[in-house]
């Protein structure tokens, strides 16, 4: 059984077939985690926990929304995260790519949710896009031990600071791609048991699909991507990266 550790089936690419897709998922047996970017897409994720078994949900704020939050977000969040099916606070962290919310809000807003995770005893799911040094400094200081850098896009040579905070990584359509040498390169090297797998659709489809959207039955391809960069059969990537987010994320049932 695989899964998908980062996916948006609240984005309104899904509006037209939210349900088909569903459908789809339940019928791989797959189980999916589902983000929030804002308080909005938070509740989404928290309905669809609850309306299916296999998908579970992360609560919290993206970089690009930081700016355009309520000043009682974290009250909001903190009752959403206390729903038995919410693993953790997510996805929070900085974007200087885009840069849609100011680098200081940015940072105040990802510092308050990191303290909430701490305070809550949940792992956080970590947005980085071109931000590293600031991610992991502010990582560092807000004491929290436990998270996952999705769609990891950072060097090799960082990886050793954030596992020393607890970190896992997640990859997803990058690893597929021609062109993408550095998440290639680090899930090549990276160990085994700090590797999980994600879509992060409608987003990042991996190839042959790409260009198309994307969505978390998909992960299949991403585990075959990653079993041939390693060496080691679909069977051990799907067994091995499944444990490791039971491991961090201690889904309510046993898997
Ligand atoms: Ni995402």
Known sequence: MLVDVHAHLDDK???????EVVQKIKETGMLVINAGSDLGTSRFSLELSQKYDFI??????H????AKIPENYLEVLYRMSKEKKVVAIGEVGLDYY????????????????LALAKEL??????????????????????GVKKGLMHCYSGSYELVGEFMKLGFYFSFGGTI????????????SKLPLDKILLETDC????????????????????I?????????????????????????LFKFAKPI
């Open 98 to 113: 885009y840069d849609f919310s100011d680098k200081d809000t940015q940072k105040r807003v990802f510092m308050e949710q």
């Open 202 to 221: 409608p987003y990042l489809t991996p190839e042959p699909y790409r260009g198309k959207r994307n969505d978390p039955t998909k992960v299949e391809i």
């Open 176 to 187: 597929t791609f021609k062109n993408a040498k550095r998440p290639k390169e680090v899930v």
């Open 121 to 142: 005893d949940l792992p956080v799911v970590v947005h980085d896009r071109e931000a590293h040094q600031d991610t992991l400094k502010i990582l560092q200081e807000s």
């Open 13 to 19: 690419a899904f509006e037209p077939d939210r349900d």
């Open 56 to 61: 579970y949900a992360c609560v919290g704020v």
């Open 63 to 66: 970089p690009h929304e930081a």
């Open 223 to 247: 585990a075959q991507a990653l079993a041939e960069l390693r060496g080691i059969s679909k069977e051990e990537v799907e067994k091995i990266t499944t444990a490791n987010a039971q491991r």
